[in-house]
Structures are given as structure tokens and as C-alpha cells.
T-cell receptor
Framework: AQSVTQLDSHVSVSEGTPVLLRCNYSSSYSPSLFWYVQHPNKGLQLLLKYTSAATLVKGINGFEAEFKKSETSFHLTKPSAHMSDAAEYFCVVSDGSTGFQKLVFGTGTRLLVSP | SQTIHQWPATLVQPVGSPLSLECTVEGTSNPNLYWYRQAAGRGLQLLFYSVGIGQISSEVPQNLSASRPQDRQFILSSKKLLLSDSGFYLC??????????FGPGTRLLVL
């Protein structure tokens, strides 16, 4: 079965410092992996996705993630945090057992950014 | 380009009342459609998904039902709301490479 584990429920950074949100996955298939962001009372917005092309994936708003098969990881990074980055972030894997009809979501990491 | 709409944005309903939430997608045809619920401070729970008109897969036995009367319309319903139905309801459509795109959500409070 596919699964994702987001290693931190909360991450706190200061504005201008780097961001690291950690995600490990488990998949019996060649996975597609995603990061979504959710601001309060909003829908989920796609940040970036990995679909077996380049292992370093660049997304919107300066975020990027690196797919590391040997470590089964897909950590999200950003060189310099901005106040507007404060939100909930979800790591997601496509569910190959359902013919990729469904996604499996992590439990989320809340990013707090202080001035 | 594709857009997804949900309404209403916010809803306050008494226990035992019926529910109808609507989701529509523009700019694509025959998409897979999904209903999720997000309880306060928790992750997303897939409730239903549909691969075509009249085709509904239920993920969790519950007080809710879904219907897809038209290609780009997905409706979430209940005959009698429970307190536990409160939450944030999100609709999504599936695009290329398994990517799902989400609507703005409906906040439901059952009192």
C-alpha cells in the first residue's frame, strides 16, 4: 500500500531563513509525488509534482523538492521564507493500487513564519 | 483554462436538516471528480469519487451520499445532518499525470 509520512507536524522559521519540510513515502509502484499548500479556509493549491522526470523539481513561489529513491524521501525546501509562506503543507503520493485514481495524503505540516 | 467552483462557501445548518453541496468544473470534459472532508486540524479524508456520469465510488460508510448528474457536476448530499458532519468540504478534479486540482471549499457547521 502507498503511504506518506510527514515527519513534523509543525515547523517554525524566521522570515528570510531556509525552510525544510520533510516527507517520506512508501510505494510499490513508481510513484508520482506532490506537495500542496493550504492557506486558512482555502482549498489546496499545487506547489509542485514529481512524475519520474528530473529528480529535482521546481515549483511555484520559490519552492523545490528533491526525489531521492534510495532514501524514499521527497523533502520540500525554500531558500528564504516569506511571511506569506505560513500555511499547511501536504505531501501526497498517487495510489498505484487503484490505477492511480486516488491520492494518499500525509497528515500535514504547519509552517509558522515569524518576523 | 480549467476552473472549479464550489458553493456555497459557508453553510450553517441545524442537526437533522438536509444538505446539498455543489461542485462544477469548467474547461475540461469527463474528468474524475472527488469529494474530500477535512475536520478541524486534521488531514483530508476522501469521501467519494466519480469516473463518469452516474458512477460513484464511496470510500467511507457514512451519513452522506454523492451524485453526478452531469459530466462536470458533482453533488454531495445528506438527508439528515449530524453534528459530526461539520467540517471543510473540498471538491477536486483529476488532470494530467494524476494531479488533482481543488476547489475553494465549503465550510459546513452543523449546530
Amino acid at each position: 500500500a502507498q503511504s506518506v509520512t510527514q515527519l513534523d507536524s509543525h515547523v517554525s522559521v524566521s522570515e528570510g531563513t531556509p525552510v525544510l519540510l520533510r516527507c517520506n513515502y512508501s510505494s510499490s509502484y513508481s510513484p508520482s509525488l506532490f506537495w500542496y499548500v493550504q492557506h486558512p479556509n482555502k482549498g489546496l493549491q499545487l506547489l509542485l509534482k514529481y512524475t519520474s522526470a528530473a529528480t529535482l523539481v521546481k515549483g511555484i513561489n520559490g519552492f523545490e523538492a528533491e526525489f531521492k529513491k534510495s532514501e524514499t524521501s521527497f523533502h520540500l525546501t525554500k531558500p528564504s521564507a516569506h511571511m506569506s509562506d505560513a500555511a499547511e503543507y501536504f505531501c501526497v503520493v498517487s495510489d498505484g493500487s487503484t490505477g492511480f485514481q486516488k491520492l494518499v495524503f500525509g497528515t500535514g505540516t504547519r509552517l509558522l513564519v515569524s518576523p | 483554462s480549467q476552473t472549479i467552483h464550489q458553493w456555497p462557501a459557508t453553510l450553517v445548518q441545524p442537526v437533522g436538516s438536509p444538505l446539498s453541496l455543489e461542485c462544477t468544473v469548467e474547461g475540461t470534459s469527463n474528468p474524475n471528480l472527488y469529494w474530500y472532508r477535512q475536520a478541524a486540524g486534521r488531514g483530508l479524508q476522501l469521501l467519494f469519487y466519480s469516473v463518469g456520469i452516474g458512477q460513484i465510488s464511496s470510500e467511507v460508510p457514512q451519513n452522506l451520499s454523492a451524485s453526478r448528474p452531469q459530466d462536470r457536476q458533482f453533488i454531495l448530499s445528506s438527508k439528515k445532518l449530524l453534528l459530526s458532519d461539520s467540517g471543510f468540504y473540498l471538491c477536486a478534479w483529476r488532470g494530467y499525470a494524476e494531479t488533482q486540482y481543488f476547489g475553494p471549499g465549503t465550510r459546513l457547521l452543523v449546530l
